[in-house]
């Protein structure tokens, strides 16, 4: 039998107890907490251990720590994470509990062998209450009137669609959270569970063990569920099971790699899903991404310059009186002394001089109605499908964010560097992108 992660653990002592954990693992976790990181990397280099910090989807290296406190650290963490600290040749997999006074964050470990060395990846998990509000995600009202509508009907397919990291779990949570959850029989089943929600019944993927999505979503539908939360569709026996749950009277919602609201259905029928049994089966799709929101101490106004003009009129926007930019940033530095380079006083430090602070969502919201029913089920292709999505008036993603950017939200070099140079719309995906990408998530 292969070993697994389980075969290597071990009991400490108290690993729920923050007071507990050794001092330099107690401060890489509580500066990663105080800037907001969702991610620590320890990447070990020749010269030591790197420490990098992914705070609003951006990669800030910390510092460089020599190597014999490189390899105190790891072990420290090791042990904290219920692992052996003994050098393992396969990766491990553990957690540890980190309480705050605000939230408790649960910490994902994984550690893996790189060439003699080892490096490490903290994912760090928690989610704010307030966060779970469709404004704090950054729907807009009309927006939320239409998702609202359609998550509180007995039953159909609801797909969130974006790229890995875009939010999709997060808002997958929020639309289950409009509903009574204490009266209402919901199952997950997640690669792996995010967060653990109560009245949910999450169920995990052990491929390991025989447990795939496909007889998970299986098993599930033997369990009487109203409501059916996919962490993500990947194979076509999970879609199709997906869309037939939901012409048999739950619920479902799933989300999907694609770039936007017809792209999903593309996908869907890419994974084998037949034209009628999507266009009979979808009520909603939301394509999204995440920008960062401009810190409000640091964020300086200016004037749009023509291009910029040109672009809200190109949506169909006015261009705003004022654009907002970020204040000047610090991406400090690293050294072999494990100090980061001072902030300067000229700089915020209320964003830690990123210039940036929290994310929000971009969003396109497109419900189902009897025309776009029709078209999904006559086999329509990407275009046609987005030419009757813009004509009843659905926005796509860029005007959302163009919208934001107006307000003083984010700024536009924010909004370029997540949407790239996509003004247009998104060509229709072809079979052999979606099966890499489906190789790249796995």
Known sequence: MAPTAQDSHIQPSDRNNAASFPDPLKTLIWNAVLEKATDVHLHSVADGLRVLHRVDGMIHPKLLLPPAEGRKLLNQ???AAGLTIVRSFSPLEGQLVWPDEDMRWEIRVTLTPVRDRESAHLRLLSVPRDEWDMAGLGFCPAD???????????????LITGATGSGKTTTMYCLASLLDLRTTTTYSIEDPVEFKIPYIQQIEVDEYHGLTMHEGLRTILRMDPDLILIGEIRDGDSALVAARAALSGRLVLATIHAQDAAGAIDALHYLGVPYHIIGSSLQLVI???????LCPECAQPREPGEAERELYAGFGLAAPEHLWDCGPQNPGREDATCDIAPVPATICPE???????GR???????????????LIRSGADHQQLLSCLRRRGTRPMMQDGLEKAAAGVTSLDELTRVCGGRHRESPRPVPEALALEEMMTR
Do not use: W
Request: charged share 20%; net charge neutral.
């Open 77 to 79: 963490l090791k042990s």
């Open 144 to 158: 939320q009137e239409k998702v609202s509508s359609v998550v509180r009907s007995p039953n159909g397919l609801v």
């Open 287 to 293: 394509a999204q991404n995440l920008v960062r929101r």
């Open 351 to 357: 964003c830690h001089a990123y210039g940036y602070q």
């Open 360 to 374: 929000t969502g971009i969003f396109e919201v497109a419900a189902m109605d009897d025309e776009m029913t029709t």
